[in-house]
């Protein structure tokens, strides 16, 4: 079972989103708009990290854009104001600007007698799949990939469609075009955000300096997403907690139109031998499913959650030259459970996001834990590892992840723990312990080299606590008092681990290799929880 958008480590065992990337057919070279000449320019504004200069006559009249179908796109201009809140300024626009109760559909695209313009939010609902859960997306999903990192984050782009029904008219049509601007899906994403920032420059606030990495994330979301649209259940789960989750970027249900205008007029230039008007209607059809869960999940959310939490750091403690654990108090309650992780922003990188699991089981004191190691060009890892100190103020997004203890069972946990990858790790035998009880926690704890085993003293001590827990270390590289060889090969050793649910946290390849060996010796898939591979190789920093 994969574990929604992933806790820690990367292939080195770092904590956060901290590491090389993994190119997907929607994940495109680093090539900057300006380097694209002739007919496949892009308007002159986005250059893949520069900033925008605003043009048109900025009071929602339409611009000229070229790749529209008719060489307009109607324009609606963002919502503007928000006060700074802590030690961030300014705020993000909009972000204090109420979201609609639900049903107030703000995208209601289908049927617009314009083509390829979105209409007014005063339009009637649109259709929509049936509801999902009504909670945090804690469904595992298997072909698509949840929520974000620094900024508006996608499904898992070129997933294969779950098997069953043939695909609807509109799925196909929508298909049709993906396959076709594949090849030139650069482009497509440069050609998108430039339009969206040419359109509505006040969105660029919304997006960290740097676009490097970032600049695919929404379109992919949306493309993915659409070539889902016939699978109602999971997409509503996963929108739901896209819609949640993007709240703490200051989304607005006024920033939806304006997104859909960007990705038509992308397709419509780059997908000109499938682009006609069912095909349009198609991805209309479907914007508006997708922006109206998204929607709706965000107004139901905000009647009992901010937006983000402001986190105080009170402790600040270096284990290693490059690993520290960060210790914080929110400023009002964050519930969570042992095993979930949260987007962190630090006041050095506003709008910058990354992932860190919560290295401790919800505690009395209401005060979180985060393991985090330095990286060379992690701009949030090397901050918090190197600049953060008591009585700095963080940023939290809401929690999330479905790698979590079942307390309804018995069976044991056999837990693997790569680098910083333990964190998660130590927090769920905490949520054992608290509980009360008396089930097998087996743990492996993996590591590069002995002196790596940074956390080894804590679990030591939370072994001779608790007849319950053992704990052993493992080391791929070099001398060492405990066993010594890659982590899922030592596993395989032990056993029988028939009546054991399994959870993974680590590098990517420790990952994939480990629940190979795990389904090998014959601990079904459903009872196999780790870190989400594609969020781990999503992004660096």
């Given at each position: ?6 806790t ?13 990337r ?6 495109p070279?680093?090539k ?19 900033e ?6 900025g ?40 979201h609609?109760?639900?049903?107030a ?11 390829g ?14 509801e ?30 779950p098997?069953?029904?043939?695909p609807s ?14 090849p030139?899906?650069d ?23 740097a ?9 992919k979301?949306l ?16 929108l ?28 419509t ?12 209607a ?12 998204m929607?709706d ?7 009992t959650s901010?937006a ?13 030259p ?5 210790t ?15 987007c962190?922003e ?24 985060f393991?985090?190691k ?32 079942d307390h ?11 680098g910083t ?11 054992v312990?608290?509980h ?24 030591l ?16 590289d070099?001398?060492?008092r405990?066993?010594?060889?890659q ?21 990517p ?23 989400s591979?594609?969020e ?6």
């Amino acid at each position: 079972m994969k574990d929604a958008p992933a806790t820690t480590s990367a292939d080195d065992g770092r904590s956060g989103k901290e590491c090389a990337r993994e190119r997907d057919w929607f994940t495109p070279p680093e090539k900057r708009a300006e380097d694209l000449t002739g007919p496949d320019a892009v308007p002159e504004v986005l250059a893949a990290d520069r900033e925008v200069a605003p043009e048109g006559d900025g009071d929602g009249g339409p611009v000229r854009a070229s790749g529209a179908r008719d060489g307009w796109v109607r324009v609606r201009p963002a919502a503007q104001g928000g006060t700074a809140r802590g030690p961030y300024a300014p705020d993000r626009p909009g972000q204090r600007e109420r979201h609609p109760r639900k049903g107030a559909n703000s995208l209601a695209l289908a049927g617009s007698p314009q083509r390829g313009r979105l209409p007014d939010p005063s339009a009637a609902p649109a259709s929509r799949p049936s509801e999902g859960p009504s909670g945090r997306c804690d469904t595992p999903l298997t072909s698509l990939r949840p929520t974000a990192v620094d900024g508006p984050v996608p499904l898992r782009a070129g997933a294969t469609a779950p098997s069953g029904p043939p695909p609807s008219p509109d799925t196909q049509l929508i298909r049709r075009t993906m396959d076709e601007i594949e090849p030139v899906a650069d482009k497509v994403v440069s050609y998108f955000y430039a339009l969206l920032f040419l359109q509505n420059p006040a969105l660029r606030a919304l997006f960290p300096a740097a676009m490097d990495s970032q600049r695919d994330r929404l379109f992919k979301a949306l493309v993915t997403a659409a070539q889902h649209a016939d699978d109602a259940g999971t997409l509503t789960a996963y929108l739901s907690g896209l819609g949640r989750a993007h709240r703490k970027y200051g989304t607005l249900p006024a920033h939806y139109p304006a997104v859909g205008e960007a990705l038509i007029g992308a397709l419509t230039r780059y997908a000109s031998g499938t682009w006609n008007e069912a095909a349009e209607a198609a991805w209309v059809r479907v914007y508006t499913t997708i922006s109206q869960i998204m929607i709706d999940a965000a107004a139901e959310d905000e009647e009992t959650s901010p937006a983000w939490w402001e986190a105080e750091v009170v402790a600040h403690e270096r284990r290693t030259p490059d690993i520290a654990v960060v210790t914080v108090r929110p400023d009002q309650p964050y519930p969570f459970l042992a095993g979930q992780y949260t987007c962190l922003e630090t006041p050095w990188w506003p709008r910058v996001w990354r992932h860190y699991s919560f290295s401790c089981a919800p505690r009395p004191d209401g005060l979180l834990s985060f393991h985090v190691k330095a990286v060379p060009a992690g701009w949030v890892s090397t901050a918090l590892v190197h600049r953060a100190r008591p009585g700095d103020v963080l940023r939290l997004g809401p929690p999330a992840g479905s790698m979590t203890v079942d307390h309804a069972t018995d069976n044991g946990l056999l837990c693997l723990g790569g680098g910083t990858g333990i964190a998660p790790i130590k927090a769920l035998v905490e949520d054992v312990a608290e509980h009360g009880r008396r089930r097998p926690v087996e743990v492996f704890y993996g590591a590069r080299h002995d002196n790596d085993l940074y956390d080894m003293d804590t679990l030591l001590r939370l072994q001779r606590a608790h007849p319950w827990l053992s704990v052993r270390p493992v080391v791929s590289d070099g001398p060492t008092r405990g066993l010594s060889g890659q982590l899922p090969c030592i596993v395989r050793q032990y056993g029988p681990w028939n009546a054991y649910d399994a959870y993974l946290s680590g590098p990517p390849g420790m990952i994939r290799s480990g629940v190979d060996t795990l389904r090998g010796i014959g601990i079904p898939s459903h009872r196999i929880r780790h870190d989400s591979i594609d969020e781990l190789m999503a992004a660096a920093g």
